[in-house]
């Protein structure tokens, strides 16, 4: 069974950082992208960051470039983000995704799913 589970969202403050992780588990990801996104309330899922696992070649929305910063651990079989100089637009539950297509950018894109951790900062 495939299992994506985040974990490291909180609330913090204007400026601050946050690293969040994704765990997966239940098949093999190194022929996979690995996604975040975000959604804030009453808006749709849009695409963070992308890291090809095998490759490790990343992606960025212009939103988040020179902010934040998607790295994985092949050992620990971990993908993270980890959010610098946080703004309050930044708000929103992240979800970490999989996909077996490699430029995959949109939400239908992806095939497995985590639950989502919640990201508040606060001015």
């Known amino acids: 069974q495939v299992q994506l589970v985040e974990s490291g969202g909180g609330l913090v403050q204007v400026g601050g950082s946050l690293r969040l992780s994704c765990v997966a588990s239940?098949?093999?990801?190194?022929?996979?992208?690995m996604g975040w996104f975000r959604q804030a309330p009453g808006m749709e899922r849009e695409f963070v960051a992308r890291?090809?696992?095998?490759?490790?070649?990343?992606s960025y929305a212009d939103s988040v470039k020179g902010r934040f910063t998607v790295f994985r651990d092949n050992a620990e079989n971990t993908v993270y983000l980890q959010m610098n100089s946080l703004k309050p637009d930044d708000t929103a539950v992240y979800y970490c995704g999989a996909a077996s297509k490699v430029y995959a950018v949109r939400p239908d894109e992806y095939e497995y799913w985590g639950q989502g951790t919640q990201v508040t900062v606060s001015s």
């Open positions: 890291i090809r696992w095998s490759s490790g070649i990343t």
């Open positions: 239940g098949r093999t990801f190194s022929g996979y992208t």
